[in-house]
């Protein structure tokens, strides 16, 4: 499995880390994450109920400690 790290902006900026199987490429991640995205903003660390439009600012590989891995 590999891990990413999804910056995104909701009424504020907000992050989570998800984990998708080895052959998704990162530049299919953004779609994922939009597809499941209730769930992911369920596990963000500062979910709120309010509803708003969501913008992806970044998406990152990251190792299981949260680490970025570099290219």
Do not use: A, C
């Not at 902006?9 to 080895?22: A, S």
């Amino acid at each position: 499995m590999r891990h990413y790290k999804v910056v995104y902006e909701k009424t504020d900026t907000r992050e989570v880390w998800i984990e998708v199987p080895d052959h998704i490429e990162e530049n299919d991640v953004q779609e994922i994450f939009e597809k499941d995205f209730t769930r992911y903003d369920d596990e963000s660390d500062e979910y709120d109920s309010l509803s708003g439009n969501m913008n992806v600012l970044m998406i990152d590989e990251i190792d299981e400690e949260g680490n970025e891995i570099g290219d």
